[in-house]
């Protein structure tokens, strides 16, 4: 091999990874800071955390978005258009998390240093597992991020909920996990050793044909499952509302937002690897579609009688997953739809991301009365007017009302199924929504209808990091829908 | 399926050991004397009787130097490959030795600060 | 002219929105003085812009802004169109707004929602000014739904007088009624062309011209999609059978009334008929509509204006009245004529209004009944609101005379469906117009002060912020008449607005020519503008005979000898208490029908839904119990099911 060429490469690799690279040292330097420093100091460390942010997201937006796919590390990793926008999201719900979570650790027996450590972790391997274009650099990205949400999701020690969420996390985690590793090993032995997805397309559309299309269909389906605990799809989303009640606000809000973004961002690779392979149409594509029913038909049924708003923003979540695969179902036979799909996908990973934050950042500065049962919002359109009305507005977006995000959102996912030819996924996935319009309004008319409980009280004041945060969020709801171009050009 | 066939053998030995296990348990059971008393049922406890409940509660540092162990030993494999790989012939090109030096150095890094990190935090403290 | 000073046209409003409505409550005077300064910007834009479409070389341009959603069927750009007609409307929108924010300096002057009303003007001058810039129908749309949602925030202005936050409520109400058609039109169109684009749509009225695509002339579908958008324009500018909102509407500040509810929004549902004159003069029926509800409008509501004794119930009858001439006269195809009169108009009504506006400053009363004399103390005000009455009422040379009697002269000529009936009733509102304008002058300016002594001591002339508007409107209202000189004056009359708005009426114009046929004849027009000058005299010298010469004894006998008539015009034909009676009272019932219906019939099918949902929730709650084993079991199991699913359709 040409040394030249070699080192070249390797200085490429590193330049296109330097955000996860600058989000590592950030990390790391937390971790040190949090040892090293005085205890008094403690404070610097969100602060330390943001900054490491702001500059993973200076490095990678003065990168600028790639005209064409850009490899790293022999093609472990990519950097192309969908993982630019999703590491933009990642990245910007890690600042937000930074900047709600001191208020809200406040009074917590919480270690502060692994805390804001971990969630940086956590981000740059929802980046890596984004970019994971070869099999092996896929499980271990998976891996990453799940066991730095097994830590985090149990970061309150001495809460049980917390604990359990951690653990309950772990056990359904490591079952996905098994699954994903055998869905690997199932392609790698059904191209004849191939893990780089571009030596699997290539094998795949080989007109010789050596590629043995059954045990792929398997690998596939296998690997749907793996993702299907990732990103929430029912039926391996049994977890979630356990998980997402129990775990600490701010870290759910992370895997209800930048996991999804990672697993969609991830998967869509693995989609767009085998779009339009002649094994896929019937088998994979009927658990695909399996898979997207039951997610959209239980995520809004099951919300309905949750009288939790965490509980119910997980069933919220599962349904939301359930749409955003559509275009993942439509590409798989149409591989002409690509770059559509790319399109929805990418702007649903925002509008998503985007509305779930801003109701968990609603909840979080609300803590900890608001993250009990929905009756203990009742009266809070008096009681606390600037969070109910993002509450509220969270609340629509979800619905998919316009002139919000969710609104626009759900436009290119329902577009996507109609154009694709799939009525009854676009139907579905309407009357859901239909569905939705209970429970989420029921949040509203709790906040602005319902009488506040006797000896209610005022909840405390916001800080000003977490106003600005949640403002920011709010106003983005928006500003995303009115200027999309803002967002990907 | 001939692309399973080189895995034959494996499939022939965890046959093997699997019935090794079985065969030994159950021919044990059949062929061995098999008379139980209310002693015999004891826990063994260096021939003391037993007080208290077998499964007792052990110091969570166990779990902690447990885990730093395994920790160091699977760094210490991948150390001992690099090693032996490193001085090994017929590198892949000119200078590749000190790449090959510069990663294992960032990698021991990263290893020092997290050693550094659990000293400062006291998991090395027994008491 | 290039995008970024389009862009600057409906941006400064918006500026002066946002200044005003987050930091008004520190900048106090100052905000109001940014909003005048922002407002003048636009202006400062819009008249070289005219100018130049008028005199120089101008070729119409599009700005576009940006592409706000592109997914396979729907492609919707946001995006500015700048041609002449555009240009005109700008000139008088800025123009207009910019002396009505200046004179809201004097007249809101200590009021505590001073920032409030500067901030909701700022809003709307730039709904109103996207509206006119809008090159696509949602566009348009924004800006219409803009301009009614600031009508709305401003009618109710003074929320706790009694009456205003209704006549908002009402205003808002009535106006549903015509977005829905606005609604309906545009799916409709867009159903049948895939696109809402404007040009696009001419382009293809053009082609139904012609008999291809599926605007045909004559054809059901454009007639259906014409009515539902004229219905929009009912709403909006206050026609029969939607135009009761409008004098309701002047509980709100009188600056408002000036502006919104004269000078600009109103004229809205005019320039949108204007707009798409390429579409609307494909459906024969449609125009024979318009025309007919138009010059019913303007005749009911002179009538009304006759007996009015608030002098901005006056004036805002007087307003439908005027907009049923704009669109009598789109309703013959002189779509011209119709716009020149909607430039002509802005500049008398705004002027009266704020007259008006003065008066009240300065006297506290509104009634006729209690005005009288102020000439005297007012003379800047007497004597604009003098020169308006004129204008308005059609006293020759004056710019409501030449645009007015375009107007009539159109409808005599045009040759359409009942055109001499139409022409009869607009001369009979055109004596109207003289009548009841000179009545209102006469009864607050001149003759004996009626008012309370202690009022007739405070009575005074209002502060420079506000004369000078005044005293520019009505330089307006003389003068703006020299743009669009009658065509009867030979070949080379100047007939500026018509020539510049020619290029924009062309589709349109085809049309006609290929349909209709219109009458050309020198010395009739002559001697109808000879008629219509006599009436105009006719009407002020009535105005004089029963509001100063026989005052009071004449009027009352004349209103006891046309008692009906009179009682008709007093109580406004019993318009309102119609709709209360039988719209009102019929949607009461029509709601307990729908109630039952709700409850039976909707309340099942959504209970059905809502209990199996609940059902639904409940079985997956159950599952839900809170056990690791458990989930991963169902894991396992959904895994088999997908391997299954691989397996059985291999």
């Known amino acids: ?489 | 399926m001939e692309y399973l066939h080189p895995y034959i053998p494996i499939l022939m030995i965890v046959v093997l050991a699997a019935a090794f296990a079985v065969v030994t348990i159950i021919a044990s059971a059949l062929i061995g004397p098999h008379r139980p008393g209310r002693v015999k049922a004891l826990p063994y406890e260096s021939g003391m009787v037993p007080f208290h409940e077998a499964n007792i509660r052990l110091p969570i540092k166990f779990y902690v130097v447990a885990l730093l162990f395994l920790l160091f030993d699977v760094e210490t494999v991948l150390i001992l490959t690099w090693a032996i790989a490193f001085r090994a012939p017929g590198a892949p090109m000119p200078g590749f030795q000190g790449y090959a030096f510069l990663v294992m150095l960032f990698f021991m890094i990263i290893l020092v600060i997290g050693l550094l990190y659990e000293w400062r935090k006291g998991a090395l403290k027994w008491t | 002219m290039n995008g970024f000073l389009i862009v600057l046209i409906p941006a400064l409003p918006l500026a002066a929105f946002l200044i005003n409505g987050l930091f008004g409550r520190w900048l106090g005077r100052l905000g109001g003085w940014i909003a005048v300064a922002c407002m003048g910007g636009s202006a400062a834009i819009s008249i070289p812009l005219f100018i130049r479409a008028m005199w120089g070389g101008f070729t119409p341009f599009n700005v576009t802004l940006w592409r706000w959603m592109s997914n396979g069927a729907i492609d919707i750009t946001i995006g500015f169109r700048v041609d002449q007609l555009t240009c005109l409307m700008l000139l008088y929108v800025t123009c207009v707004s910019f002396m009505v924010f200046l004179y809201s300096m004097g007249y809101m002057a200590g009021d505590p929602g001073f920032n409030r009303f500067f901030s909701f003007l700022g809003l709307f001058d730039f709904s109103m000014l996207v509206l006119v810039l809008g090159d696509s129908l949602p566009v348009v749309f924004i800006g219409w739904e803009g301009v009614g949602l600031c009508s709305y925030l401003l009618i109710g202005y003074y929320m706790d007088l009694p009456g205003a936050p209704d006549a908002g409520k009402k205003a808002f109400i009535v106006n549903r009624i015509g977005d829905f058609g606005f609604l309906v039109g545009m799916m409709m169109l867009f159903a049948a062309l895939g696109t809402l684009d404007i040009q696009k749509i001419i382009l293809a009225a053009e082609q139904g011209a012609a008999g291809v695509g599926p605007l045909a002339y004559g054809g059901a579908f454009v007639t259906v999609v014409t009515l539902a958008l004229f219905l929009g324009c009912t709403g909006k500018s206050a026609q029969i059978p939607l135009f009761t909102w409008l004098p309701d509407a002047m509980a709100g500040p009188t600056p408002v009334s000036a502006l919104i509810h004269a000078a600009t929004m109103v004229t809205a549902g005019v320039y949108l008929v204007v707009r798409m004159s390429g579409l609307f003069v494909l459906a024969p029926a449609t125009m024979t509509v318009i025309a007919g509800v138009a010059a019913a409008t303007a005749f009911v509501a002179g009538s009304i204006a006759l007996t009015q004794q608030d002098i901005k119930k006056v004036l805002a009858y007087s307003t439908v009245s005027q907009l049923g001439f704009m669109f009598l006269a789109c309703g013959v195809g002189a779509f011209g004529a119709g716009i020149f009169h909607v430039f002509t108009h802005s500049f008398f009504k705004a002027c009266l209004f704020l007259g008006a506006g003065s008066v009240i400053h300065a006297a506290h009363a509104q009634d006729l009944d209690h005005l009288g004399g102020l000439r005297k103390y007012m003379p800047v005000t007497a004597w604009t609101f003098c020169i308006a009455c004129a204008s308005i009422a059609g006293l020759p040379l004056l710019a409501g005379f030449v645009s007015k009697d375009e107007i009539l002269w159109s409808v005599f000529a045009s040759g359409a469906p009942g055109s001499m009936l139409l022409w009869i009733i607009a001369v009979i509102t055109a004596l109207m117009t003289a009548v009841y304008s000179f009545r209102a002058y006469f009864m607050t300016f001149e003759g004996t002060g009626r008012l309370s002594h202690d009022k007739q001591h405070h009575a005074h002339e209002s502060p420079w912020t506000m004369t000078v508007p005044l005293v520019l409107l009505a330089f307006g209202a003389i003068v703006a008449g020299a743009l669009n000189l009658p065509g009867v004056f030979g070949e080379g009359t100047w007939r500026g607005v018509n020539n510049l708005l020619e290029p924009v009426l062309e589709p349109a114009r085809k049309v006609a020519e290929a349909h209709a046929h219109e009458m050309h004849s020198p010395s009739l027009e002559l001697a109808l503008m000879a008629l219509s000058g006599v009436i105009a005299i006719a009407g002020v010298a009535l105005a004089y005979r029963y509001t100063l010469a026989k005052w009071p004894e004449g009027a009352r006998r004349l209103a006891k000898r046309f008692r009906l008539l009179y009682k008709i015009s007093l109580y406004r034909w019993w318009w309102d208490d119609f709709y209360m009676k039988y719209v009102a009272g019929g949607t009461w019932g029509l709601a307990k029908l729908a109630t039952w219906f709700d409850r039976w019939v909707i309340d099942g099918i959504m209970h059905g839904i809502a209990g199996a949902a609940s059902l639904g929730s409940r079985f997956i709650r159950a599952l839900q119990n809170g056990q690791a084993q458990a989930y991963v079991l169902i894991f396992l199991l959904g895994a088999n099911i997908v391997i299954g699913l691989i397996i059985w359709f291999k």
């Open chain 1, 1 to 489: 091999m040409d040394p030249k060429l070699f080192y070249a490469q390797v200085v490429q690799s590193l330049l296109l990874t330097s955000p996860l690279l600058v989000l590592l040292g950030a990390a790391i330097i937390v971790l040190a800071a949090d040892v090293l420093m005085p205890r008094g100091w403690r404070g610097a460390l969100p602060w330390i955390s943001g900054l490491g942010v702001a500059a993973a997201l200076f490095v990678l937006n003065g990168m600028g978005m790639p005209a064409a796919p850009q490899h790293a590390f022999s093609g472990a990793l990519v950097l192309d258009r969908l993982t630019f926008l999703a590491d933009n999201v990642i990245l910007g719900m890690a600042l937000y998390l930074i900047a709600i979570s001191p208020r809200w650790l406040r009074g917590r027996l919480v270690p502060h240093g692994e805390y804001y450590a971990l969630l940086l972790f956590a981000a740059m391997a929802m980046m890596a597992l984004g970019r994971s274009s070869e099999l092996l650099a896929l499980f271990l990205n998976f891996e990453l991020l799940s066991i730095t949400f097994y830590v985090l999701l149990g970061i309150e020690k001495r809460n049980a909920r917390s604990t359990e969420a951690g653990f309950k996390y772990f056990i359904v985690g490591s079952t996905a996990a098994a699954f994903l590793l055998m869905g690997i090993v199932f392609v790698y032995g059904a191209t004849h050793g191939q893990t780089r997805y571009e030596a699997i397309l290539k094998a795949l559309f080989d007109a010789k044909g050596a590629v043995q299309p059954d045990m792929f269909a398997l690998g596939m389906g296998l690997l749907i499952v793996g993702f299907g605990f990732k990103i929430t799809l029912a039926p391996f989303h049994m977890y979630a509302p356990d998980v997402y009640e129990g775990g600490p606000t701010p870290v759910v809000a992370a895997l209800a937002t930048g996991t999804k973004v990672a697993g969609f961002t991830a998967l869509y690779h693995l989609v767009a690897m085998a779009a339009g392979f002649k094994a896929i149409p019937a088998g994979v594509w009927a658990a695909f579609y399996a898979v997207v029913m039951t997610s959209m038909i239980v995520g809004n049924v099951g919300a309905v009688v949750q009288p939790n708003v965490k509980r119910l923003l997980a069933y919220s979540s599962i349904a939301h997953s359930g749409y955003m695969m559509i275009p993942l179902v439509v590409v798989l036979a149409k591989p002409g739809l690509l770059g559509a799909a790319e399109d929805a996908i990418a702007y649903y990973m925002l509008a998503y991301t985007l509305m779930t934050l801003l109701a968990f950042g609603v909840i979080s500065a609300l803590a900890p009365e608001g993250e009990g049962p929905i009756a203990s919002w009742a009266g809070l359109g008096r009681r606390a007017p600037l969070r109910a009305a993002c509450m509220a507005l969270a609340m629509i977006s979800l619905i998919g009302i316009p002139p919000t995000v969710g609104f626009f959102g759900k436009l290119y996912l329902f577009g996507m199924a109609i154009e694709g030819g799939h009525i009854w996924l676009a139907v579905v996935g309407i009357l859901a929504s239909v569905v939705s319009v209970t429970y989420y309004l029921r949040v509203v008319i709790t906040m602005y209808m319902a009488e506040p409980a006797e000896g209610a009280e005022k909840p405390g004041v916001m800080g000003d990091a977490q106003i600005l945060a949640v403002g920011l969020a709010a106003a983005c709801v928006f500003v995303f829908a009115i200027f999309p171009w803002l967002y990907h050009g």
